[in-house]
T-cell receptor
């Protein structure tokens, strides 16, 4: 039981490049979330999903897109990376009726 | 809209001393409250949560927190800290009446234990 895993762990992009972050969970959770963590700002919600095939915007969605084609996977895409997107990205999941979110280990992204 | 304030960005404490990390929230409705811990280079792990019932909540690693509705606070305490408690601690709130229970996080408190 791996819980929540994230791929890759580290990535360096040049401005304008694109990439996709993958989040996978093996707990059969309905809800999945993408956050970004920046110094002094805590975690901010980018997008979330309440089930397979659904997505919704969070607090800071601009510049990101997401997809939830399979229940266990939640993808975060950056179409044209900007230096302001340098951050640590965390994925989380939560089961229906539960209140705790389970977090992945994070992806450290640097955009130069 | 909900918000969470963690007034102390850094708290240094001597080993075996007590510690209190402060958290205040603003919400016009009833809330669920959480404390998460983040060890260096790791994801977040739940320490404890308040959903309803007893206002004193006990969590893992000897931590506890007290929900105070009148002061809209949820301070985290430990009577005697250990070096292994060095980490960043995040307070979070969610609205149980909002179906997907999105979490709103505070900005975090970095706890440093001094040997």
């Amino acid at each position: 039981n791996a819980g929540v895993t994230q791929t890759p762990k580290f990535r360096v992009l040049k401005t304008g490049q694109s990439m996709t972050l993958l989040c996978a969970q093996d707990m059969n959770h309905e809800y999945m979330y993408w956050y970004r963590q920046d110094p002094g700002m805590g975690l901010r919600l980018i997008h979330y999903s309440v089930g397979e095939g659904t997505t919704a915007k969070g607090e800071v969605p601009d510049g990101y897109n997401v997809s939830r084609l399979k229940k266990q996977n939640f993808l975060l895409g950056l179409e044209s990376a900007a230096p302001s997107q340098t951050s640590v990205y965390f994925c989380a999941s939560r089961g229906t009726g539960a209140h705790e979110q389970y977090f992945g280990p994070g992806t450290r992204l640097t955009v130069t | 809209a909900q918000s969470v304030t963690q007034l102390d960005s850094q708290v240094p404490v001597f080993e075996e001393a007590p510690v209190e990390l402060r958290c205040n929230y603003s919400s016009s409705v009833s809330v669920y409250l959480f404390w998460y811990v983040q060890y260096p280079n790791q994801g977040l792990q739940l320490l404890l949560k308040y959903l309803s019932g007893s206002t004193l909540v006990k969590g893992i690693n000897g931590f506890e927190a007290e929900f105070n509705k009148s002061q809209t606070s949820f301070h985290l305490r430990k009577p005697s800290v250990h070096i292994s408690d060095t980490a960043e601690y995040f307070c979070a709130v969610s609205d149980p009446n909002f179906g997907n229970e999105k979490l709103t996080f505070g900005t975090g408190t970095r706890l440093t234990i001094i040997p």
